[in-house]
């Protein structure tokens, strides 16, 4: 069965950090392109970042820019996002996906299932 499994999210305080990991089953992950994306209450899924199959190319939104880091490690099957300097806006679900264009919802082929990430006191 293919499918990507997140894990790592959970309760952190403001200016916490947290490592998510997606672990791809049943299909190898080198050769696609893999976004993180989350989704707040009542909000529209957003992309956060992403990060290319080639190269490693990578790209932030603004809102995370200089705070999440995404890697990559092939030989493990698995997409990291550290998150450093959390703030309670950061509170969402946050899932991973295959990417076959931008970081949009359009663009996504495979789902996760969704992890959860609290920021607060």
């Known amino acids: 069965q293919v499918q990507l499994v997140e894990s790592g999210g959970g309760l952190v305080q403001p200016g916490g950090s947290l490592r998510l990991s997606c672990a791809a089953v049943?299909?190898?992950?080198?050769?696609?392109?893999i976004g993180w994306f989350r989704q707040a209450p009542g909000k529209e899924r957003e992309g956060v970042s992403c990060?290319?199959?080639?190269?490693?190319?990578?790209y932030y939104a603004d809102s995370v820019k200089g705070r999440f880091t995404i890697s990559r490690d092939n030989a493990k099957n698995t997409v990291y996002l550290q998150m450093n300097s959390l703030k309670p806006e950061d509170t969402a679900v946050y899932y991973c996906?295959?990417?076959?264009?931008?970081?949009?919802?359009?663009?996504?082929?495979?789902w996760g299932q969704g992890t959860q990430v609290t920021v607060s006191s």
């Open positions: 996906a295959t990417l076959r264009g931008p970081l949009y919802t359009d663009y996504v082929t495979l």
């Open positions: 049943g299909f190898t992950l080198d050769y696609y392109a």
């Open positions: 990060i290319s199959s080639g190269d490693g190319s990578t």
